[in-house]
């Protein structure tokens, strides 16, 4: 999937500007932002349902505008807006959507339903939003698509479901050649699954980079003087955030590789913690 | 700024109350125009402002029960009596106004006069009443506004307005009696807590909801949620198969089995309901009923071919979906004028046969006699069986444009049902018919689907078919 210096208004709103992005296969790709950012903008963009105002976004080769039933059929996609039809039953909206697909996975659905304990017999409209969104994923990952675009799929899900779901994501991508898009503002969860991260802020990219890279691009460093207070200067580079009190100091470092830190860190008569940031954290620095 | 006075911005925030204010003006000025022009004392031309009270009553509970929906707004401690406080002031002030047009009242003097100027403020309120007990008695009462017309029509049809005046006029003292218990009642039932928790937080169906489909989706999915929804409907296992057997027929590539798809999307639940036989005996019976009653109507039943379109209005083309099956944006163009035109078909068929119904019943009929009315019964126009035709494609066209903005396509649909009721009601009159060139049937037709058909591909074609996108 290539983006090549896509932008996308929407009425005085830049929602997409100059957007450049190649997901390669085989990557579980974090889509981070804020409300507004452009994260669904942008999924939209590379199933074809919106087309862009200026340049140009490519799926499976095809330009997204003009995906068909060949592409699509390689395509699963869970949406914000969670729209199913309300009238059938959950059996009869899985065999209607099955139907589509040529490689519908039927163990795989009957292992699905009986995890997320989906009861077949009920009617879609009367589902909580919680089943809602168990029974959107099976119809996503039903027929075992290459490319998986989860736009806040877990919103929905209690803890415990949650967790199952991401389980799920990491059997999926053991299949060759599988990729997965997962938008979400549930950090804690992502971080857990993703290899890659893409970080956007007001329509545009802010970071694109794989998950190892940007957790080795922050560091806290935790300080505690051993006797007597800390010197004034501390002697590292490129520090983001500083929390001092009592003799103890808390730093938060970009750009600077751990081993430096640690040489850094020695120069101290202090006792030094060097540990990796969470995803929340870095999120927070990334789009300040 | 207090809460009440956030309350009363409601009154002029919403754009698509604005509409309702322009009827109910025109309303109020014809109660205002109708004494004045025929001043005599029991003429019946008194009570329209009266009458409208129930309208004002049900409109105004209506606001704030859209608010008390919402989480956060008058379920907080010490903001629950705000609904009373404003419900109330509107009531008073408005009947207040109302009830001064008695003060022209013919053959009272002035001790009488300001007895029934009290009376009829008395009246008011408790049609008032009545309108905001509908409101906050009935869930989701916004769509029995609709019959307030038929109301009025129908009371004035059997002399109710008559008899409301005399009470007015001649009973005053009752009538405030009735009116001021009426008023302390409701304001005893507007402050009671448990009527507050009944709404605060949960979903409803707002004044212009009901043409919003996201709002009324999620308020059925909350509903059903809670067990609420008995209906239980979906398809029947014969239609099931039957489509989906269909489907199954095409290669996956193929637009034929989204075609198909969507026709089970589209007229399942519909087939599955007529196929049980108790749905059918009654779509059959009130057939009949609506052809009897069609045929007492005059050139009113013209309407037989208008109102399909109508309801069409509510029915969702597969080209907003958001729900992705393997159908490209080519697919979602071809099976929606697939559908489109199984509908206009169908209708048309449907319709067409109903008025063929009328031919025979025309010779047996009896003429009915009502309040010295004589009503002939009159067999459907046959030949006006292409106005769903014309009507279905610019229904859909305008609905396509127009999806984000209900309250303009509800306008907009309106406008042209009733530029096709007059219209069809004046020009087939037999002089008039005799004239018609079957060239000024067809074009409109022909244009029409040409008008839907490039309006369905560009959107399908070049538009954002999801979200925000919608209307951009």
């Known amino acids: ?256 590789p751990r081993e430096k830190l640690q040489e850094q860190a020695k120069s101290l008569n202090c006792w030094v913690e060097i540990e990796t940031l969470p995803l929340e954290e870095i999120y927070k620095i990334v789009v300040s | 700024m207090s809460i009440l006075t956030v309350n009363l911005k409601h009154l002029y925030q919403r754009r698509g109350l604005w509409l309702v204010y322009v009827f109910l003006g025109l309303f109020a000025f014809a109660g205002v125009v109708a004494p004045l022009e025929h001043p005599g004392a029991g003429k019946r031309h008194y009570i329209g402002l009266v009458a409208l009270a129930f309208a004002i009553g049900l409109l105004v509970a209506v606001l704030p029960i859209e608010v008390l929906t919402k989480p956060f707004s008058y379920c907080l401690p010490g903001h629950r009596k705000v609904v009373r406080r404003f419900i109330f002031w509107v009531g008073v002030i408005a009947n207040l106004l109302g009830s001064l047009l008695f003060l022209g009242y013919p053959g009272l003097n002035s001790g009488q006069l300001v007895l029934v100027v009290c009376s009829a403020f008395c009246a008011g309120l408790i049609f008032y009443w009545l309108g905001v007990g509908l409101a906050f008695g009935v869930r989701n009462s916004v769509a029995w506004i609709g019959l307030w017309p038929f109301v009025i029509l129908g009371g004035g049809f059997f002399g109710l307005h008559i008899v409301i005046e005399r009470a007015i006029v001649g009973n005053p ?10 008023s302390v009642l409701a304001w005893l039932w507007l402050g009671d807590a448990r009527l507050a928790r009944r709404y605060c937080g949960v979903p409803g169906i707002g004044f212009f909801d009901a043409w919003n489909r996201d709002k009324v989706q999620k308020y059925r999915q909350v509903r059903a949620a809670k067990k609420w929804d008995k209906l239980k409907k979906h398809p029947s296992p014969w239609v099931e198969t039957f489509f989906l057997g269909r489907m199954n027929r095409y290669d996956h590539v193929s637009t034929g089995r989204y075609i198909w798809g969507g026709l089970y999307t589209t007229f399942g639940i519909a087939l599955s309901q007529l196929s049980q036989w108790k749905a059918a005996f009654l779509s059959v019976f ?143 009159r037999e002089q008039l018919s005799a004239v018609i060139n079957p060239m000024y049937i067809v074009s409109p037709v022909v244009l029409s689907w040409v008008l839907f058909t490039v309006v369905l591909r560009y959107i399908c074609m070049r538009r954002c078919l999801v979200g925000q996108g919608r209307t951009n």
Request: charge should be neutral; glycine fraction near 8%; aromatic fraction near 8%.
């Open chain 2, 286 to 428: 009130s057939a009949l009923v609506l052809v009897c009653f069609l045929g007492y109507m005059g050139p009113g039943r013209n309407i037989l071919f208008i109102m399909p379109g109508l309801m069409f209005a509510q029915m969702r083309l597969p080209v907003y979906s958001s729900m992705l099956i393997s159908g490209g944006r080519k697919e979602r163009y071809r099976c929606a004028i697939t559908l489109v035109i199984t509908e206009a078909v169908l209708i048309t068929v449907l319709a067409t046969i109903v008025a063929a119904l009328s031919l025979p019943l025309a010779a047996i009929m009896p003429d009915i006699t009502l309040r010295d009315i004589t009503f002939a019964f009159h067999a459907m126009n046959i030949e006006l069986f292409f106005v769903p035709l014309l009507m279905i494609p610019i229904v859909f066209t305008i609905q396509l444009i127009y999806y984000r903005k209900p309250v303009v396509m509800m306008v907009l649909i309106m406008l042209l049902f009733m530029v096709l009721f007059f219209g069809t009601s004046i020009l087939w």
């Open chain 1, 1 to 256: 999937m290539q983006m090549r210096k896509v932008c996308k208004r929407f009425g005085n709103i830049k929602a997409l500007d100059d957007i450049d992005l190649e997901i390669h296969p085989g990557r579980i790709i974090g889509l981070l932002g804020a409300n507004g950012a452009g994260k669904s903008t942008l999924l939209r963009h590379i199933i074809g349902l919106y087309l862009e105002d200026e340049g140009e976004c490519v799926t499976f080769g095809c330009e997204a505008g003009k995906l068909g039933p060949k592409e699509l059929v390689r395509i699963g996609y869970v949406h914000q807006e969670g729209e199913l039809l309300e009238w059938m039953t959950v059996r009869q909206l899985i065999r209607y959507v099955s139907t589509y697909y040529p490689n519908w996975n039927r163990e795989l659905e009957e292992k699905y339903v009986a995890d997320y304990e989906i009861s077949m017999k009920a009617r879609v409209g009367s589902l909580s939003p919680g089943q809602r969104q168990r029974l959107a994923i099976l119809l996503a990952i039903g027929f075992e698509p290459e490319l998986l675009i989860l736009d806040e799929p877990a919103a929905a899900l209690d803890p415990v479901a949650r967790a199952r779901f991401l389980d799920l994501l990491l059997q999926i991508i053991q299949a060759e050649n599988r990729t997965i898009i997962i938008s979400s503002h549930i950090l804690s969860d992502v971080e857990k699954v993703i290899d890659h991260a893409v970080i956007m802020k007001e329509g545009r990219i802010l970071l694109d980079c794989s998950f190892d890279e940007l957790r080795e691009r922050f560091s806290r460093v935790r300080i505690s003087a051993l006797g007597g207070e800390l010197p004034t200067e501390l002697p590292f580079e490129n520090v983001v955030h500083c929390q001092r009190s009592d003799g103890k100091a808390i730093l938060t470092v970009q750009d600077c």
């Open chain 2, 173 to 182: 003292f009752g009538v405030i009696l009735v009116g001021v218990l009426s």
